[in-house]
């Protein structure tokens, strides 16, 4: 199989939680699911000027952004937790997470035999590896799971609103990030501003923006984990590239150092097998492994971005972006997603509480930079605007 026609997940010790209020907090929800993120800051920068047309990578918030991409173990959560019996009313397991006739990436396996609530399982030695046979809607009820707490937390609200209870919604191309939204897919900015972004003051390129996320602007070398055989192990990733010469790297597909592709045979890595290659903000894995969702919808498709195993290491660079082939439902074994937290507040989650003018809460940040792990709490605050000013640069 040709390296082109696919193309395009959170332990971290978060603990989230939401607080609404009036005169008194809800009760906090505690999340048992961790999941790893790194904050973004210089809220306001510009966007990248030199690739194409189209211009991204300007947040104007403080956000997190996954460090990892979601695994198949943090998905096994979610699946036994939202879908205790193994109905998969929202098909949510795919079974081709366990066995696909194109290859062997899945990671997932449905037990119906064990008892409700243990029905799906990591495969062995395949848990910190990224799910994969994921849809858009996989990932954004995903994301609605983590916004409503886990648990028994909703799949159909929160972040994301979804209609009609089925697996495909029936308000697809209107499913849009709802105020107050906290646990989120990325959208394109958030991707590329946590991919690509490091201003130049501080060590990153002239322009602000690298080519690659491995804050490089050369093409990164595919490489076995951790990339030692590589020229720069800092820039190396799960991709594929072939350099004809028996080097120890650029041998093909990374995993296998080969060209030729096996069906039996498992081409992703564990999260963060790259130990050094490290994005401008922490992440690992953006360019490569997995292709990733994009909240993001452009014209009646939601977009991906960071190329795949398969893929040459354009894919992975800032100018490439592009849909799959279905504008939703196009789960493949080489696509994943990560995601994002935004804890900006907006006035319309004030409004939409009816507590405009009066006092207010939100979620905010309390960014733990000295350990990294990053501890989100509610935060109750009478004034009337919202500061961000406790989030590090
Ligand atoms: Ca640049
Ligand atoms: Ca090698
Ligand atoms: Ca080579
Ligand atoms: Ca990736």
Partial sequence: MMPSPFRHLLSLSARFALGMLLSAPLALPVAATSIDYVPVGNPGNAPDQYYGPAQFGNVAYHYGIGKYEVTNSQYVEFLNAVDPTGANQLQLYDPFMTSDPQGSNGGINYLPGNSNGTKFAAILGRGDKPVVWVSWYDAVRFANWMHNGQGAGDTETGSYTLLGGTANPTNGLSVVRNPGATWVLPNENEWYKSA??????????????????????????????????????????????????VNGYNDGFAVTGAVGYSTAQNYLTDRGAYASAVGPWGTFDQGGNVSEWNETLIGNVRFIRGGSFQNFAFTLSAPDRGPTGDPFLSPNGGLGFRLALVPEPSTVVLAAFGIVGLATASALARWNSASRAVHYESRIRFAGSISQDNVPR
């Avoid at 491995?214 to 490489?223: E, K």
């Avoid at 820039?235 to 350099?243: L, S």
């Fill in 196 to 245: 690509y972004y490091e201003p130049a003051a501080t060590g990153g390129d002239v322009d602000d923006y690298w080519l690659y996320p491995t804050r490089s602007n050369s093409d990164p070398y595919s490489d076995q984990p951790p990339g030692s055989q590589a020229p720069t192990t800092s820039n190396t990733a799960n991709f594929f590239r072939d350099d004809g010469q």
